[in-house]
């Protein structure tokens, strides 16, 4: 199964633009959050999405939430917005949960959640699936541009507990188009240039 990986487009029409014409190449396309700025612009981005017929599986970012997301692909059929649930596409299955874990410094207006609120969220996750989120794991692909380590501890646990076959993150601009293993498992921080993935 040929995976096409990308997270924080933030409203970027070119990179937008760049993945729907690559999208007929591909068997699954996986967006991890961010195609938005601060709440705004979500419909107007997504509409470039809108003609994509390659099943694609989403997670909002911090800066939509599931429910603005979902409503912004209800014209989109190939679209299916996953936030604790999952999804199976060709007998593989596809596990998501969105927002920023743990939560972000930016205010009332991101869409967070704490490790713990994220924990109940992942409970579900089943083992070998692809996991989808928006934030990274701690310690694997989440450092940001100022050298630290930011990603989520629930997260992390869960990839330990459940083995998935893939994560797919985001979220840390500063890690963004790199991958790593945790486990044994792939994680990606997909970028919004797109990473192309075997699966």
Do not use: Q
Request: with cysteine; glycine share 12%.
């Amino acid at each position: 199964m040929k995976l096409l990986l990308f997270s924080d487009l933030h409203n970027d029409r070119d990179a937008m633009r760049s993945i729907a014409k690559r999208a007929a190449r591909f068997d699954v396309l996986v967006g991890a959050g961010d195609f938005c700025n601060a709440r705004r612009g979500l419909s107007e981005s997504l509409a470039t999405f809108t003609g994509i017929t390659t099943p694609t599986v989403l997670v909002a970012g911090n800066n939509e939430t599931t429910d603005e997301l979902r409503a912004a692909c209800a014209s989109w059929p190939a679209a299916r917005v996953l936030h604790g649930t999952s999804s199976e596409i060709d007998g593989v299955t596809f596990f998501g949960v969105g927002g920023g874990i743990p939560v972000t410094p930016f205010g009332p207006w991101s869409y967070d959640f704490s490790d713990a609120d994220a924990e109940a969220l992942l409970a579900p996750c089943p083992t070998g699936c692809v996991l989808v989120v928006h934030s990274p794991p701690k310690g694997c692909v989440d450092v940001s541009s100022r050298g630290a380590s930011i990603g989520s501890e629930a997260i992390r646990a869960c990839i330990e507990r459940v083995r998935p076959r893939l994560v797919v993150c985001g979220h840390v601009h500063g890690s963004g188009g790199t991958a790593g293993e945790l486990f044994g498992v792939p994680v990606v921080n997909a970028g919004p240039a797109g990473v192309e993935w075997e699966l």
